[in-house]
């Protein structure tokens, strides 16, 4: 017999997917390239994403304008099939810009949301409750909440999380707390679907219960990930274990090395999907050595021709 976390998890599955990629934002000099934006969202499908995350932060939303945020999601949802789910980014630090993302996120038709932890400001968990659930009120889109305290300053403590649970719209968790233990007791405690958003944790958060990854370096590695999201749902642990350890180098040298929007973008460009590995200041793109570096860890791997 099915259970509501069962009818919770293939509902968010339908609204979210299960192999996503924080998608990168192509730059052309000063401003968005967005062929190139629709050349990654294509490349990205067809290496196995069914989730493209459009504006998170590997999407340099910080330094992106609300106009170009609009932009970006029509031209992505329009590069790709219909069955491929765009969510948008619509977390900030302010609550009004926030909610404002979400209304250009639904006039643009994104299926989606991601409101990450409003960060630097350091919101009491009171606050963080209260700011997720105007931010889940402003649309009837399925919202997935991001809890990444090394980025954000404060985590989505278990207990907010548990008291989310209760709002309609809000149906999952991208999970890069570092804190399994914690997941765990969300997961045991409420019906939220969990994502990992820690490649380096994707086994162990699938192997807890996650049905999917919203990741940094599915930018190259989207085809073996998709395959471990199939092997964990068969309870084939020991294989899925295998493709984690064979990526543990490719992931490390993507995500440990420099900001993960710095290096997937430069792997791209290695691998001609887009033509330049240009970023917004304050973020600098990879230097010729950092380069270097990616490119010998790619070919070692088989993930450059």
């Known amino acids: 017999m099915a259970t509501q976390g069962d009818s919770q998890a293939a509902q968010a599955t339908a609204a979210f997917g299960r192999v996503g990629t924080a998608m990168l934002t192509p730059f052309k000099g000063e401003d968005v390239d967005f062929d ?11 290496t196995g994403n069914d ?20 932009d970006l999601l029509r031209a992505v949802k329009e590069a790709v099939p219909e069955h491929v789910r765009i969510v948008a980014g619509i977390g900030t630090n ?33 606050a963080i409750a209260a700011h997720m659930r105007a931010v889940a009120g402003a649309s009837d889109l399925p919202l997935m909440l991001y809890d990444i305290p090394g980025r954000s300053g404060v985590p989505i403590e278990a207990e907010t999380l548990i008291e989310l649970a209760d709002c ?14 914690s997941s765990i007791e969300v997961m045991a405690k409420t019906d939220l679907v969990y994502y990992s958003g820690e490649d380096a944790l994707n086994l162990p958060l699938l192997a807890a219960g996650a049905v999917g990854v919203v990741s940094v370096a599915g930018h190259v590695v989207a085809r073996p990930l998709s395959e471990m999201v199939d092997l964990v ?28 929007v710095v290096s997937a973008k430069a792997c791209l460009e290695l691998m001609g999907v887009i033509p330049s590995r240009a970023v917004r200041m304050p973020l600098l793109p990879a230097t010729p050595e950092q380069v270097d570096f990616l490119r010998r860890t790619l070919e070692g791997h088989g993930f450059l021709q």
Do not use: W
């Open 233 to 260: 749902a068969a309870n084939d642990i020991a294989s899925a274990r295998r493709l984690a350890l064979d990526l543990v180098s490719v992931v490390d040298a993507i995500m440990n090395h420099m900001p993960g």
């Open 36 to 46: 190139a934006a629709q050349a990654v969202a294509e490349h990205l499908v067809n």
């Open 168 to 181: 309609p719209t809000i149906l999952a968790v991208k999970d890069a707390k570092g804190d399994i233990a």
């Open 51 to 70: 989730m493209l995350v459009v504006s998170g932060t590997t999407g340099e939303s910080p330094t992106t304008s609300f106009d170009e945020k609009g």
């Open 94 to 126: 302010d609550t009004r810009s926030s909610i404002a993302n979400v209304e250009q996120a639904v006039e643009a038709g994104a299926h989606g949301l991601l409101a990450v932890t409003p960060y630097y400001s350091k919101p009491s968990q009171a």
